[in-house]
């Protein structure tokens, strides 16, 4: 029941505004009144009198217990979007933490974005320390506000999720982070990014898997795009680990297609680790079936990983070596991708655009449209490095000080562990040079290709277990670290991702050269020999692992560069001609002034860190002029993977819809792209695909011959190499050798039946000098270990008589190798102008000596040092044949030979002839990876001219 109160009694009623106003009577209006402490929800009613004062009519169910009443949600209208992304900045709320201003170089990209955003694709290049997420979500928010989108924010890992979402927290952006498992999603968020009430920031495996959350996203962002291969193509990509019964299985299965000796060294357990193979694509189409009996057991994200490629399994590449086996179309299927498809644009922020189309090879997408850094920018860059290479510092010690022995280190690689388990060691004594460079300060981070690399290295510089970190996945992040003290953040295959500006971090040590990724990047550079292919991508990786430490202007950064890959990258000036100035600036200022002794490099790389008087009298001067002299170039190939790249893409995605006639002959058009001998590895890869597509397309009366004919193409640009051989089937594992292999047998052959190697005694005698004095540096010995290494070889082995001739000529009738011994440098410096100058002629020499005019093609000069680097001067003068070898690859040739020459032994006994003989040997040679052809392959990985 209702009852009527008048207004003005002491009840406490709130007059509303409207109170004195002549309103109609008998009009009901809504009133709060204080009744016995409560608010009391009522209505007001006017009488039918003039007289008569309002009557506040109390219903029960409007008492509210003490608490404001539950008042419905009415719509609030939005204010019309901003035109442009710059000018959306000006209207977010000024949060704590957050940019007051956008930098020069930032809204120079946000103007010349709003020209390509209705492009389908646009890439964005923002350098390290250039503010990249801030770009990102000022355009995500944008294009949600001005076209009402559904914007996701992609970022390659976990931890950069977080700081993404962080960054749009202090800016005032609405957004929701999505990461971990979907079940766990909160419902509300996803609710609110479907209505494009916010933007989603989420990582790229909720975009590409099988069943993704985002499918319907409008507008699609991909932070760190530089970095995406490996995260995009996981999606597609199979691993199945040496250790799992499912790895036995695909061995059984594709027995046929494997040679007896390669299956022997893949499951030899003490064996080398090095070694990786492409299966022919016949033989994959050939046992299809059974493959998916075997790989539909796999469990975990490889199960979810082969749902993708499954019904496609014919279109995959099967790599394998001792570490497993590795499954992957070559260029990831996106268009098959309706989540990545579907967004009217997708946008890839990179540090870097490179060059030869990495990006669109990566997203499986081209055309992409560039818009680049401001000029200006490419040319100062943020903040300053003193580059040092304690290789090349004169010193008589290891870097790493004396050996000490090896103690166990955790092999504990989870990513929220703070510290990890290693030996307490007082450390202020180990580590040698690198120790005393890491010890100038009390953090440092260490960037490696591995985790095994990054636990030996922090073992060796004596790094105790409570000082050391590794970088998180969950909110946390980096913050153990940069809250720390002391200590050192193990961040291996990190070299994205991790933002340690101002004094958080001044160290950053990176060992190794972080080349492959996976086994198909391992196929690339060691077994194809296509580096160039590659080199943008570890190059990006090294530029940005070195910034992780500079990322504003004041920021500072010593850099150690360790390791004999990484330094000899670092030397090539080819590699550096790619760089922003700044870089090219410090690299080559680093290296000059690392040529001292260890001493002087300690208190230089002190007085960098300090910014001293001598650091700003001596250094910025100098690293100023060097800055402004260099300029930003690629090498002409480049231009010409670029051009392929969209036809790459297209054959790919031919291959995958299973069209093999047309991938066929999209591969002659990339063929038709990659032309001139530096891409000649590539151009034989590419052959093969398109002679192994048109083999299967059986429907179409031309594709045989234009199988034929591409495969005629393979052979010639896979010259000097051995791995399309051992794809057809016909290579040195196989009972019909090749003209030089042919050579090495019969050379073999005649040694074994001529003394002194007929001999047991005497065998042993030699065999045993050899291996102990190819690991001594004393030049005599050395010569005569090589040229016995050259008879177990086969080869026509001999020391030229006169000087300055080359320490050992190995010569089979149809390629010649010479060696240019430098055993017996210390490893610190560089490789001379006048060594380079004398390796040049070498051959010409010898075939003057043999009464020829030129030495037959293909035959290459080994330059042997523990020098990992050449002048630059000498780099220039080197001629295509030379090749640099450290003397460790020299002695593994001589173990394996060793191990041949007695397995020979063991199945030959003395008087054996004949064919029985024959086979023997060639059987022991390949075995051991021996035969002319694979050492050839092995040696020559490192071309000192590129």
């Not at 460790?888 to 003395?910: D, F, H, Y």
Request: aromatic share 8%.
């Amino acid at each position: 029941m209702a009852r009527p109160v008048a207004a003005g009694s002491s009840s406490g009623c709130i007059r509303p505004p409207w109170y004195a106003r002549s309103l109609p009577r008998g009009v009901e209006r809504p009133c709060l009144v204080r009744l016995r402490g409560d608010w009391v929800g009522t209505t007001l009613l006017f009488g039918a009198g003039e007289e008569s004062p309002p009557q506040l009519v109390l219903r029960r169910s409007s008492v509210s217990g003490g608490q404001e009443p539950v008042r419905f949600k009415r719509r609030v209208k939005q204010r019309p979007a901003p035109d442009t992304p710059e000018a959306l900045f000006g209207e977010l709320p000024r949060r704590r933490g957050g940019h007051g201003a956008l930098w020069s170089h930032q809204a120079d990209i946000l103007r010349d974005y709003v020209g390509y955003r209705e492009k389908a694709d646009v890439a964005l290049e923002l350098p390290t320390g250039s503010g990249k997420t801030l770009v990102g979500l000022l355009i995500a928010e944008w294009r949600r506000r001005f076209f009402g989108h559904r914007s996701v924010y992609a970022c390659p890992t976990k931890q950069l999720a977080h700081q993404a979402w962080e960054a749009a927290q202090a800016q005032g952006v609405p957004a929701a982070l999505f990461i971990g498992r979907t079940r766990d999603f909160d419902d509300r968020n996803l609710a609110r990014y479907e209505g494009a009430e916010l933007v989603a920031i989420t990582v790229y495996s909720h975009v590409f898997n099988s069943n993704p959350v985002f499918a319907g996203a409008q507008s699609l962002l991909f932070d760190d795009a530089h970095a995406a291969e490996n995260y995009v193509a996981d999606a597609w990509a199979v691993s199945v680990s040496a250790d799992t019964s499912q790895f036995q299985d695909l061995l059984d299965v594709l027995g046929d297609a494997l040679d007896r000796h390669l299956v022997a060294r893949l499951t030899d357990e003490q064996g080398e680790n090095t070694e990786v193979r492409l299966l022919p694509v016949a033989t994959v189409v050939k046992h299809t079936e059974a493959l998916d009996k075997v790989l539909i057991t796999l469990d975990g994200n490889d199960k979810y990983r082969f749902d993708m490629i499954r019904q496609q399994l014919r279109s995959c590449l099967f790599y394998v070596s001792s570490q497993g086996w590795y499954i992957r179309p070559m260029i990831p299927p996106t268009f098959d991708h309706t989540p990545f498809t579907s967004p009217t644009q997708r946008i890839y922020l990179s540090a870097t655009l490179g060059e030869g189309g990495e990006l669109e090879r990566a997203f499986g997408r081209a055309p992409i449209a560039r818009v680049r850094a401001p000029e200006n920018w490419e040319r100062s860059g943020s903040g300053r490095r003193f580059f040092v290479f304690p290789g090349l510092a004169e010193t008589n010690e290891e870097i790493f000080g004396p050996p000490s022995p090896e103690a166990k280190s955790s092999d504990d690689t989870a990513a929220n562990k703070e510290a990890v388990e290693a030996p307490e060691v007082g450390g202020h004594e180990k580590g040698g040079l690198v120790g005393q460079l890491v010890r100038l300060r009390a953090k440092s981070v260490l960037l490696t290709p591995d985790d095994t690399t990054a636990r030996k290295t922090a073992d060796a510089i004596g790094v105790p277990a409570s000082e050391r970190f590794r970088p998180g996945a969950t909110a946390a992040g980096l913050r153990p670290f940069i809250d720390a003290d002391r200590g050192m953040l193990l961040a291996p295959s990190r070299y994205d991702g991790m933002d340690l500006p101002d004094e958080a971090c001044n160290i950053i040590v990176m060992r190794g050269l972080p080349e492959t990724v996976h086994l198909q990047d391992q196929f690339l550079i060691t077994r194809l020999g296509a580096s160039n292919v590659a080199l943008e991508r570890v190059r990006t990786r090294v530029v940005q692992g070195a910034g992780r430490c500079t990322r504003g202007p004041r920021d500072f950064a010593l850099v150690i560069a360790v390791g004999r890959e990484l330094q000899r990258f670092l030397s090539r000036a080819d590699v550096r001609a790619g760089m922003p100035p700044e870089l090219q600036a410090e690299i080559a200022f680093g290296r000059e002034n690392s040529e001292v002794p260890a001493a002087d490099l300690v208190r230089l790389a002190r007085s960098a860190l300090d910014r001293d008087d001598v650091w700003q009298e001596d250094a910025e001067p100098d690293l100023t002029e060097r800055r402004g002299e260099a300029t930003k170039e690629a090498p002409p190939y480049v231009a010409k993977l670029e051009a392929s790249v969209r036809r790459e893409i297209d054959a790919w995605q031919a291959a995958w819809q299973q069209d093999w006639d047309r991938a066929s002959r999209e591969a002659v058009e990339v063929l038709n792209r990659l032309t001139g001998k530096e891409l000649r590895s590539y151009q034989a890869l590419w052959a093969y695909l398109g002679s192994a597509w048109a083999s299967l397309a059986v429907d179409s009366p031309a594709a045989d011959q234009r199988s034929k004919e591409l495969m005629r193409r393979a052979r010639e640009a896979a010259s000097r190499t051995t791995w399309l051989r051992e794809i057809e089937g016909a290579g040195a594992e196989s009972d019909d050798l090749q003209v030089l292999d042919t050579e090495g047998v019969d050379g073999v052959i005649t040694a074994f039946t001529s003394p002194p190697l007929q001999s047991a005694a005497k065998f042993n005698q030699l065999v045993n000098n050899m291996i102990r004095d190819l690991a001594r540096p004393a030049a005599t010995g050395y010569e005569q270990a090589l040229v016995t290494l050259g008879q177990l070889l086969g080869a026509r082995s001999f020391k030229p008589a006169g000087q300055g001739r080359t320490d050992a000529a190995w010569m089979w009738p149809s390629s010649w190798l010479t060696v240019e011994a430098k055993s017996e440098q210390k490893p610190e410096g560089g490789i001379s102008l006048k060594y380079i100058r004398q390796a040049n002629t070498q051959l010409d020499l010898l075939a003057a000596d043999e009464g020829l005019d030129e030495p037959p093609t293909g035959s290459i000069t080994l330059v042997v040092s523990p020098r990992s680097v050449v002048v630059d001067d000498g780099v220039k003068i080197a001629r295509e044949h030379l090749y640099l070898a450290s003397p460790e690859a020299l002695q593994t040739v001589a173990q394996r030979a060793v191990r041949a020459w007695t397995a020979i032994r063991g199945a030959a006994p003395v008087g054996v002839e004949g064919e029985y003989l024959r086979a023997v040997v060639q059987e022991a040679l390949a075995a051991h990876r021996v035969l002319p052809s694979q050492v050839f392959d092995d040696l020559s990985l490192d071309r000192i001219r590129r």
